[in-house]
């Protein structure tokens, strides 16, 4: 596995992060309301808007995409895993397992394991080839 490959994981963790923060707005948004009371008449118009309708389906197709990226990152870090098991060295699976499985900051990663950030940094992109 390459450092791309792993850096796939946090990339798409954010993207689903930014996808379900949609959902939740969309929802937040289509919570029932009082209509406004103008006291000017609507316009007749042939055309038909269900707004209630259209927000429903946006609904179903943002919660439908926020479960393809959830499947989609459980496989990344189930394939992770296994391939974490394959490495000889602890310290890198340790390493690999807190960035690219947890998603720590190097910052974390490093109070975990008694380093510092930039020694950790340094050891993981000699040890995982880039490309």
């Given at each position: 596995?390459?450092?791309?490959?792993?850096a796939q994981v946090y990339h798409l963790a954010q993207e689903l992060?930014?996808?379900?923060k949609q959902l939740n707005e969309l929802i937040q948004s289509s919570q029932i309301s009082s209509p406004q009371m103008t006291g000017m008449p609507f316009a007749n118009?042939?055309?038909?808007?269900?707004?209630?309708a259209d927000t429903a389906v946006?609904?179903?197709?943002?919660?439908?995409?926020?479960n393809v990226f959830?499947?989609?990152l459980k496989i990344r870090k189930e394939a992770i895993d296994r391939w974490t098991m394959s490495l000889e060295d602890?310290?890198?699976?340790?390493i690999v397992?807190?960035?690219?499985?947890?998603?720590?900051?190097?910052?974390?990663?490093?109070q975990l394991l008694n380093s510092t950030p930039d020694s950790l940094?340094?050891?993981?992109?000699?040890?995982i080839p880039k490309e």
């Open positions: 596995m390459t450092r791309k490959e792993l992060k930014m996808r379900e118009t042939n055309e038909t808007s269900d707004k209630v946006k609904i179903i197709t943002y919660t439908e995409q926020v959830k499947e989609a602890s310290y890198l699976r340790q397992h807190y960035r690219c499985y947890e998603l720590l900051s190097w910052t974390k990663i490093a940094r340094m050891y993981y992109n000699r040890s």
